[in-house]
């Protein structure tokens, strides 16, 4: 006598975002909060790890210290892909504690690095620590808000995201200034510490399923391929060209490995980055939206600080300070749009908000080494947040709620390996751009140079024959007169006028590409969708706005 199997009745949530579910959310965003500050604080460090490393008085190339922020987001590559399997295999609140677990120990460990080799290393294994995070804690808010508030969730795990860059250069540059370079890893040891214990006792024990197999062919043919076509991306600010063997080689190499893992990933029944996942139509247009977005905005926001640095002439934490009007906009958008995500089709919130960030970005476009900071500068900031508040948790709510809740962690996973990408290429274009622009200026490369060359004169009165060979810095000081005090004022200002233009051109690249991005945002859902988040737990689809 056979028997029907009963399905488990389904979860039912609530409408509001309640107790238990902020609950969940803080963790995540604790966990997140140390992941991305952490990115934008070394950032500031550079130069200080110049000087702090340096052997025989000279200090460290850029391009070397530099590693430390590469090894990183090399690390973050590495580990996204295996994300997915793991949280099925080990569960999400297990691989979450082992995450934050590993990022703090690598947080603590960067703090007692003697050498730069040893800082480059410990940041590394941070990095597989925080590869983790983000696609982890977007797979356990998910399942804990269900289909109905995935939006007003997405959007406090927005919140991280907007602290990070404000904060960073802000909170890096204060540590470095009143304490030591230490200090911007050993901040993360309380919180870790606070995270996991908090961790332990908030987030829902979920049930592994192990049966899946791993897929140790893909992994070794994509993470190594995304690790490579990374670093390759990475290296082109610093060779200034598309074409140097540093970029070209490993950046092909890369992408011919992701290539034939996109070709072998539709094989086996586990792959290691389920791209079968693309067959749904709102997930496809919504990464690739992401990546548009990523590619072009990030790209654009790296330059406003080093804009307010090298033309205006203000310190890391003033600059981090005047980039707080974007995030202030954001965090306007930001819990509109994502109730606005649970009521309204995504497909009619994104749009604006591109439009938003449009319109700033085209206002940046307009800036001199003058250019009012309250009356033009400051709102146009304050207009592209707003744009952002509106565009981006839209974005992963729309790529996310419609996926069954056993495909959130693939899916999350598929987005944030998008996310990465598209970001990494952004700026490496952005930066070659501004570096490209700044090198076709004769006033501002000659000064650049003439600047190295006389630290080297002793005698100034051989400072004239110097100049010879920087006739546009010749023609400046010349017209300036006898007086070398306000010729070098005068100086300053023509090269920082130089430099503006430099940066009026790269926002303007920058603009064009978020233009773009309105492409796909006009496929994103525009009427009510249907969500296919409970299918796998035995409920009927749920219609949803």
């Known amino acids: 006598m056979s028997s029907t199997p009963t399905l488990a009745p389904a979860p039912t949530y609530p409408d509001k975002l309640d107790a238990a579910v902020l609950k969940v959310a803080g963790v995540v965003v604790l966990g997140a909060i140390m992941s991305i500050l952490d990115i934008t604080v070394v950032n500031v460090a550079l130069p200080k790890f110049q000087t702090e490393f340096a052997g025989g008085g000279e200090p460290l190339p850029y391009s070397t210290v530099a590693w430390t922020v590469t090894a990183y987001t090399l690390s973050l590559a590495t580990v996204i892909p295996l994300t997915g399997w793991a949280a099925d295999r080990f569960g999400t609140k297990r691989l979450y504690m082992m995450a934050l677990a590993l990022f703090t120990a690598g947080s603590t460990l960067c703090a007692t690095a003697g050498s730069i080799e040893q800082l480059i290393g410990y940041r590394a294994l941070q990095g597989l620590g925080g590869g983790m995070l983000m696609p982890l804690g977007m797979t356990i808010m998910t399942r804990a808000a269900g289909p109905q508030r995935m939006g007003r969730l997405m959007a406090v795990l927005g919140i991280p995201m907007l602290l990070g860059p404000i904060g960073g250069p802000i909170l890096g540059g204060w540590l470095i200034d009143h304490h030591s370079w230490h200090w911007i890893f050993l901040i993360n040891l309380p919180i870790g510490l606070i995270a996991l214990g908090y961790a332990w006792f908030a987030l829902p024990s979920d049930t592994p399923h192990p049966s899946e197999t791993f897929d140790w062919f893909g992994m070794l043919m994509l993470s190594p391929g995304l690790a490579a076509f990374l670093y390759g991306v990475s290296s082109i600010p610093g060779e200034g060209t598309f074409f140097a063997p540093k970029v070209g080689i490993p950046a092909t190499v890369g992408l011919i490995m992701s290539i034939a893992f996109v070709l072998y990933s539709f094989r086996p029944a586990h792959p290691l980055l ?12 919504a990464t690739v939206t992401m990546f548009l977005f990523a590619l072009a905005f990030f790209g654009g926001l790296l330059i406003v600080p080093t804009y307010f640095q090298q033309v205006r002439g203000e310190t890391t934490t003033s600059a981090g300070l005047l980039m707080a009007a974007q995030g202030i906009g954001a965090m306007c958008t930001m819990p509109i749009a994502g109730a606005l995500a649970d009521k309204l089709p995504v497909g009619r919130i994104v749009p604006f908000g591109l439009i938003g960030i449009i319109t700033g970005m085209f206002a940046l476009t307009r800036i001199d080494a003058h250019t009012s900071y309250w009356g033009y500068i400051l709102p146009a900031l304050f207009l592209m947040g707003l744009g952002m508040g509106a565009t981006m948790m839209p974005i992963m709510t729309s790529a996310l709620r419609t996926l069954t809740s056993h495909e959130v962690a693939r899916g999350s996973t598929l987005l944030n390996i998008t996310q990465q990408i598209g970001s990494s290429i952004g700026v490496a274009i952005i930066s070659v751009v501004l570096t490209s622009g700044l090198k076709n200026n004769d006033l501002v490369a000659q000064s650049m140079a003439f600047g190295e060359a006389a630290k080297s004169v002793t005698d100034p009165t051989q400072l004239g024959g110097l100049l010879q060979q920087f006739p546009e810095v010749a023609k400046v000081l010349a017209a300036a007169g006898p007086d070398p005090v306000a010729g070098q004022a005068i100086l300053l200002n023509a090269v920082r006028e130089g430099m503006a233009g430099a940066f009026q051109t790269t926002f303007l690249v920058a603009a064009c590409l978020v233009l773009f ?29």
């Open 274 to 285: 389920d791209l079968r996942l693309f067959q749904n139509r709102d997930l496809t247009v």
């Open 517 to 545: 991005t309105l492409i796909p945002a006009f496929f994103l859902p525009r009427k009510h969708e249907q969500s296919h988040y409970l299918d796998d737990q035995g409920a009927p689809p749920v219609i949803i706005h």
